[in-house]
């Protein structure tokens, strides 16, 4: 398959230039695409999901994306979700990972003079994330088109409530979160209470993940 190329090239003027994609559930096509992607953006942001529950074995899942994101020699940011939890309700696996390039449940940094936050699945202190530019997480905020699909005539809300009360509270402002979840999404960009929602929900049956493009305006003195 042709390598696609993105039209302009990293960290573009004053802007960073971020890939999302989540949802992957083990679809390996899909990582490797990922991986062949990498040298055209400043960093990945990939929103859970990563183990699928109608392949291999759990362990093993865990082992292969492991050694994925460990080999991927980029940056990226990295959540839970509620497929990559083990039987006790625990993916303590993405926060073993123990690599400099990897941000993941629960942890913050600051990356190209913008601070990065990853909300996990279960378990998140959202108040650690108040000064957080672009928020990483599994489930969309309730009530947003990125949280809604149509299930036969009859449109459905998956979204987290607890986010959405944040968000409305301006307990978080952050001007992007990224999601994913909703893997058919009736809208994969929203906007409320002035911060993005982005959501490029799944394709399962393709090589190529659904993802989306981010370019954020940093600093003009900052070094990516």
């Known amino acids: 398959m042709q390598l696609q190329k993105r039209s302009v090239p990293v960290s573009i003027g004053n802007n960073m230039i971020i890939l999302l994609a989540g949802d992957l ?4 096509q899909q990582f490797q695409w990922l991986k062949r992607q990498k040298e055209n953006y400043d960093c990945l942001c990939l929103t859970g999901d990563f183990i699928s529950e109608n392949s291999d074995d ?6 292969w994306v492991s050694d994925w994101m460990r080999g991927l020699d980029k940056q990226i940011f990295v959540c839970s979700g509620n497929h990559d939890c083990d039987d006790l309700a625990e993916s303590d696996w993405i926060n073993n990972l123990n690599c400099s390039n990897i941000c993941a449940d629960n942890q913050t940094k600051r990356f190209g003079g913008i601070k990065f936050g990853c909300i996990p699945y279960l378990g998140a202190d959202l108040y650690g994330f108040a000064d957080c530019e672009i928020l990483v997480t599994h489930v969309p905020p309730f009530k947003t088109k990125t949280a809604q699909s149509v299930v036969g005539r009859v449109k459905k809300n998956w979204g987290d ?3 959405y009360d944040a968000l409305d509270k301006h307990l978080l402002q952050p001007r992007y979160l990224l999601c994913g979840h909703v893997e058919n999404p009736v809208a994969k960009r929203d906007c409320i209470f002035g911060v993005e929602i982005i959501n490029p929900g799944a394709k399962h049956n393709s090589t190529v993940p659904s993802h989306e493009i981010i370019a954020f305006e940093t ?3 900052t070094e990516i």
């Open 161 to 163: 409530k607890d986010l």
């Open 25 to 28: 559930h083990y679809n390996i």
């Open 219 to 221: 600093n003009a003195n």
């Open 58 to 63: 759990f362990s093993r899942q865990v082992a």
